[in-house]
């Protein structure tokens, strides 16, 4: 099937941390569920769901999945990549299909104005049905009175996607922030209790635009730990799970309700150049209950 002309998946701003909420039936009774679109750096970015054993044919250009539920069997892809891992998401192929389950994913497409450098946070504004909702503020600005560590620190936060079911649980909030050349975003490890702003999650990192070819994810035993594993990441990487993981592959929960999760953080990277250049990246903080294992 082709891409729908109108979005067929109701949209509402009301939820209480702020973004747009996009609302999913599951069940599989609909083929195809498209939700609008939004622009920011020349990066398209669409919500879809398809049925069992849909196929949906993309335009031409240049395409980065995302799965979050489901699996797709063209191209092969789930959720997950190994634990730790780096893969791309970018599409060799128009053509998707979904698997037996249906698959509920992010698409990413690089329009003509998408450079390979992102210079300064106002090239990263967003546009789109109730963009007004998807603004940037420093992280300073985000966790004011909360957090001293991000204090003068080149970096940003956008309010981003709550994908809900129709009963209105979240399965995954879609974080977007972005970061400046050699800025370090803090090792941890996000053992806080769970609130209702700030429930727990299993979280993937999805890279939309890179400031250099080093920045990514870091593991480490300690947060003074000074000889980090680093993992590089370009646009259209994610990677595979951080957080502890059970025999069948769920998330190992602390005792306060957080998912437990070894020290870690991103780094942005030096490419020895003087110019500035950002990171651009979707955190998809998925909601425990909704973590899917093969």
């Given at each position: 099937m082709?891409?729908?002309?109108?979005?067929?998946?109701?949209?509402?701003s009301d939820?209480?941390?702020g973004g747009?909420?996009?609302?999913f039936?599951?069940?599989?009774?609909m083929?195809l569920?498209q939700?609008?679109?939004?622009?920011?750096g020349?990066?398209?970015?669409?919500?879809f769901c398809l049925g069992?054993n849909?196929?949906?044919t993309?335009p031409?250009?240049?395409h980065?999945?995302?799965?979050?539920l489901?699996?797709?069997?063209q191209p092969?892809?789930?959720?997950?990549?190994?634990?730790?891992?780096v893969?791309?998401?970018?599409l060799g192929?128009?053509?998707?299909i979904?698997?037996?389950?249906?698959?509920l994913?992010a698409?990413?497409?690089?329009d003509?104005r998408a450079?390979?450098?992102?210079?300064?946070?106002?090239?990263l504004e967003f546009t789109?049905?109730?963009a007004?909702?998807?603004?940037w503020?420093?992280?300073?600005?985000?966790f004011?009175?909360a957090?001293?560590?991000?204090?003068?620190?080149?970096?940003?936060?956008a309010?981003?996607?709550?994908?809900l079911d129709?009963?209105?649980?979240e399965?995954?909030?879609v974080?977007p922030?972005?970061c400046g050349?050699g800025?370090?975003?803090s090792?941890?490890?996000?053992?806080?209790?769970?609130s209702?702003?700030?429930?727990?999650?299993?979280e993937?990192?999805?890279v939309?635009a890179?400031?250099?070819?080093t920045?990514?994810m870091?593991?480490?035993?300690s947060?003074e730990?000074?000889r980090?594993?680093?993992?590089?990441?370009?646009?259209g990487d994610?990677?595979?799970?951080?957080?502890?993981?059970?025999?069948?592959?769920r998330?190992?929960?602390?005792s306060?309700?957080?998912v437990?999760?070894?020290w870690h953080?991103?780094?942005?990277g030096?490419d020895?150049d003087?110019?500035?250049?950002y990171?651009?990246?979707a955190a998809f903080?998925?909601?425990?209950?909704?973590?899917q294992v093969?």
């Amino acid at each position: 099937m082709q891409m729908h002309q109108v979005p067929n998946v109701r949209s509402s701003s009301d939820h209480p941390r702020g973004g747009i909420s996009l609302h999913f039936e599951l069940s599989g009774q609909m083929d195809l569920q498209q939700s609008a679109l939004w622009s920011a750096g020349g990066r398209r970015l669409q919500f879809f769901c398809l049925g069992s054993n849909q196929q949906l044919t993309l335009p031409s250009g240049e395409h980065f999945i995302k799965v979050v539920l489901g699996q797709l069997v063209q191209p092969d892809r789930q959720c997950w990549a190994a634990p730790f891992a780096v893969r791309s998401t970018k599409l060799g192929t128009n053509q998707i299909i979904a698997g037996s389950s249906g698959a509920l994913f992010a698409l990413m497409t690089l329009d003509g104005r998408a450079s390979e450098r992102v210079r300064h946070i106002s090239e990263l504004e967003f546009t789109g049905e109730g963009a007004h909702q998807l603004q940037w503020q420093t992280f300073e600005e985000k966790f004011d009175g909360a957090l001293e560590f991000f204090n003068g620190k080149d970096c940003y936060m956008a309010d981003g996607f709550h994908l809900l079911d129709m009963d209105g649980r979240e399965i995954v909030y879609v974080n977007p922030w972005a970061c400046g050349k050699g800025v370090d975003l803090s090792t941890h490890n996000h053992a806080h209790a769970p609130s209702e702003l700030a429930p727990a999650f299993a979280e993937v990192h999805w890279v939309l635009a890179a400031a250099t070819p080093t920045s990514g994810m870091y593991q480490k035993h300690s947060p003074e730990d000074d000889r980090p594993i680093r993992h590089p990441m370009v646009v259209g990487d994610e990677h595979g799970p951080y957080f502890d993981r059970q025999p069948d592959g769920r998330p190992v929960m602390r005792s306060n309700g957080a998912v437990q999760y070894p020290w870690h953080g991103w780094q942005g990277g030096d490419d020895g150049d003087s110019a500035p250049a950002y990171d651009f990246v979707a955190a998809f903080e998925i909601n425990p209950a909704f973590v899917q294992v093969s």
